[in-house]
């Protein structure tokens, strides 16, 4: 089993590449704008989301969702958003709490830093700050967050249960949790589970849906709740895996249904105070 460490390099690197690429004018087919491929990160925004977003924010989108457009979002509210690439999802959410709310994005690749505070420039969006950090030990302070959202990055982190702790702690009492990520169906083939290359994909990362609910709980939440938004075929599977060193006629079968981007919604009780 490959360790923390080697996870967070694979993970890291993948996403330092993207947008070293993006950065030099070579948009990459593994977006979530109309340039995508992947139909885990296609089609995932709108054009009125689009709208007056930079180009490059929408392209560094490798997510399996759009929180933004699931959770609640009130102005004047404090958002984080964990893995926050190129920035999109934290443009949004900057234009919904407002001029009086703040959203921050928390990513742990310098480039990818470097990309979405570009993307800040061109967009010119103040109420929004990018911050260095890994989410497992998220750089904030207790209790200082109203709604944290993420987009197919948590199942990324070799340390999920660290990850619910750690949102559970800067989230303010009664503050949300509200994350779209890849959840898993049923048994996951081992070959999948050890390819490295699969983790910084979003699969191999993929917690089954009741063990998830069980991490998130165990953090303190409440209310938790998965609301499935796609669930992935076997021409999905084989649009996604190729070229990752794996049996791909053997695996794509075995996958069929198994896999879906759900939309995780929980809450911090209100009478908390840690």
């Not at 009086?100 to 990818?112: N, P, Q, V």
């Not at 699969?198 to 849906?209: E, F, H, P, S, T």
């Not at 998130?216 to 609301?227: N, P, R, T």
Request: aromatic fraction near 6%; hydrophobic fraction near 40%.
């Amino acid at each position: 089993m490959s360790t923390t460490e080697e996870i967070k390099q694979v993970v890291r690197e993948k996403y330092r590449q993207a947008a070293v690429q993006l950065r030099s004018g070579k948009a990459s087919c593994c977006g979530g704008g109309s340039a995508s491929c992947d139909p885990i990160t296609s089609e995932l925004y709108n054009a009125e989301e689009g709208a007056g977003v930079p180009e490059n924010a929408l392209l560094a989108s490798l997510g399996c969702g759009n929180p933004t457009a699931l959770a609640k979002l009130n102005p004047g509210e404090t958002v984080l958003d964990l893995g926050s690439g190129g920035g999109i999802d934290v443009f949004l959410s900057a234009r919904r709490v407002g001029p009086t709310g703040k959203a921050y994005g928390l990513d742990m690749t310098d480039e990818m830093l470097a990309l979405a505070r570009e993307n800040q420039k061109k967009a010119g969006v103040e109420n929004v700050e990018f911050l260095k950090g890994e989410i497992e030990n998220i750089p904030l302070p207790d209790s200082s967050v109203d709604v944290i959202i993420s987009n197919c990055v948590i199942n990324l982190s070799a340390d999920k249960d660290k990850v619910f702790r750690e949102a559970f702690r800067v989230l303010k009492a009664g503050g949300r949790l509200a994350v779209s990520d890849i959840v898993v169906r049923g048994d996951m083939p081992p070959e999948v589970q050890r390819s490295m290359e699969l983790w910084a994909g979003c699969m191999a990362g993929a917690l089954r849906d009741t063990e998830y609910v069980t991490k998130v709980k165990a953090a303190g939440f409440k209310a938790v709740d998965i609301e499935p938004t796609r669930i992935y075929t076997e021409a999905d599977a084989r649009q996604s895996f190729t070229d990752k060193g794996i049996d791909i006629d053997r695996i794509a079968p075995q996958v069929d249904g198994k896999f879906m981007s759900a939309f995780v919604r929980a809450t911090k009780p209100a009478g908390c105070c840690g």
